[in-house]
């Protein structure tokens, strides 16, 4: 099941980790990506911290943890192609994944209807 944030990142538990990504919604809007920072594997994040950073041919902006956690892995992939993210946001093209410090913080987040209506959209 996934989870969704108000700044447009996914979340998919697996556990108590969460992969994160970028939704569908933030790539049209930030067009292609032409270059991509992840966090280091160790870093302890909070709820709102800038986490990663995006570059496009229009603006730069952060990817901000959407929980609390420890970053455990990250995609390289994405590093070396940033079209990854672009061709595939909620599949190949993930940022990271979060060990969480408190996996029930989950349920305060989005579900794919909240997060549709939030963008106004029909898809997510």
Do not use: R
Request: charged share 20%.
């Amino acid at each position: 099941m996934l989870k969704y944030t108000p700044d447009h990142e996914w979340l998919a538990l697996t556990g108590d980790v969460a992969t994160v990504g970028i939704t569908q919604h933030a790539v049209e809007q930030l067009g292609d990506l032409v270059f991509v920072q992840l966090p280091d594997v160790g870093a302890k994040v909070a709820k709102g911290d800038g986490a990663a950073v995006v570059e496009s041919v229009k603006a730069a902006s952060d990817v901000y943890a959407p929980l609390d956690g420890e970053i455990v892995e990250v995609n390289q992939a994405i590093v070396d192609d940033p079209s990854l993210v672009n061709s595939d946001p909620a599949g190949k093209g993930w940022f990271f994944k979060l060990k969480l410090a408190d996996v029930g913080a989950m349920s305060a987040l989005l579900d794919e209807a909240g997060y549709k209506a939030l963008i106004g959209a029909d898809h997510a």
